[in-house]
């Protein structure tokens, strides 16, 4: 069992930046993949960024070169540093984690388990 819980999110202008972060508890934490994932009002949940357990990193497309994801040594935090953030980042994020083929990283039906999400607001 793995206990996922976010922090970090809040409200910022255009062009600003936020940093996440999910603390992970529970047993087998180095054999999991993590990621980020996120779901605006009236849209359905996708994945925005991922650490493979192999280490593999893969990114959606519309945050590549603007968001970083992060794991602690101890593979029991995960972070999402967003730069360059816009208003069509708005969404609740949520840390997630499960054993996943590289292929399927950025698919969110793939993830057992799930923290209970921090919202991110960006304004024009």
């Known amino acids: 069992q793995v206990q996922l819980v976010e922090s970090g999110g809040g409200s910022v202008q255009s062009r600003g930046s936020l940093r996440l972060s999910c603390a992970a508890s529970?047993?087998?934490?180095?054999?999991?993949?993590m990621g980020w994932f996120r779901q605006a009002p009236g849209k359905e949940r996708e994945g925005v960024a991922v650490?493979?357990?192999?280490?593999?990193?893969v990114y959606e497309d519309s945050v590549q070169g603007r968001f970083a994801i992060t794991r602690g040594n101890a593979k029991n935090m995960l972070y999402l540093q967003m730069n360059s953030l816009k208003p069509e980042d708005t969404a609740m994020y949520y840390c997630?984690?499960?054993?996943?083929?590289?292929?399927?990283?950025?698919?969110?039906?793939?993830?057992?388990?799930w923290g209970q999400g921090t919202q991110v607001t960006v304004s024009s």
């Open positions: 997630a984690a499960g054993v996943v083929g590289r292929w399927y990283l950025l698919l969110p039906r793939e993830y057992n388990y």
């Open positions: 529970g047993t087998g934490l180095s054999i999991y993949s």
């Open positions: 650490i493979g357990g192999d280490g593999f990193i």
